[in-house]
């Protein structure tokens, strides 16, 4: 079964803290992804990253940025945190072949920031 | 982006099959049909997806309408796990995106 594992389901800082979500996959995928989920809103990509050192942003990448040194590792950073960004974030991978395409969820982190 | 339209919720009594509907009348020609599922407190979860034919896997049906501009899920059997909320998504062929919008939550009455 493909894993994608996140480093903390419950995260609290303060606001101007800078904060790392990390993400990692076991499957050997080549694409991985964060979004935040908040009420009304759904799911939104925040950035993406297709292989080591590539990423592109997503629909709402300001005030977060991403590393991703390694194939099955992806970090999500959040360089001055603030309240407007507490959420929960999600991140997923999928393999880099489009026909069959689906990716697979992190259980998600919910950040609050005060 | 196209969109799609689902009902905010259904309700569905356990062991019985529940016909999830999707309305997507400005799908294009090369956008997928994905379903995802949600239970509380995870992340999402692939349910099925197909292009124009309709799709069977051990987790649910997919039945797409001829003109492309409604779909179904399909869970034949309802079971209090399937309690959760269910996004139909269009998804562009070359496209990364999955685009979420605010999905059907599916209540199970034991």
């Known amino acids: 079964d493909v894993k994608v594992t996140q480093s903390s389901r419950y995260l609290v800082k303060r606001t101007g803290e800078k904060v790392f979500l990390e993400c990692v996959q076991d499957m050997d995928h080549e694409n991985m992804f964060w979004y935040r989920q908040d009420p009304g809103l759904g799911l939104r990509l925040i950035y993406f990253s297709y292989d080591v050192k590539m990423k592109e942003k997503g629909d709402i990448p300001e005030g977060y940025s991403v590393s991703r040194e390694k194939k099955e590792r992806f970090s999500l950073i959040l360089e001055s945190a603030s309240t407007n960004q507490t959420s929960m974030y999600l991140c997923?991978?999928?393999?880099?072949?489009?026909?069959?395409?689906?990716?697979?969820f992190g259980p998600g982190t919910r950040l609050t920031v005060t | 982006d196209a969109k799609t339209t689902q009902p905010n919720s259904m309700e569905s009594n356990e062991e019985e099959p529940v016909h999830l509907p999707c309305n997507h009348s400005t799908i294009s020609g090369t956008d997928y049909i994905h379903w995802y599922r949600q239970l509380p407190s995870q992340g999402p979860e692939y349910v099925i997806h197909g292009l124009t034919s309709n799709v069977n896997n051990r987790m649910a049906s997919l039945a797409i309408a001829e003109d492309r501009k409604s779909s179904t899920l399909i869970l034949h059997r309802a079971t209090l796990r399937d309690a959760a909320v269910y996004y139909c998504i269009l998804r562009m062929d070359s496209s990364y995106k999955l685009i979420f919008g605010s999905g059907t939550r599916l209540l199970v009455r034991p």
């Open positions: 997923a991978s999928s393999p880099r072949n489009w026909s069959e395409y689906e990716q697979y």
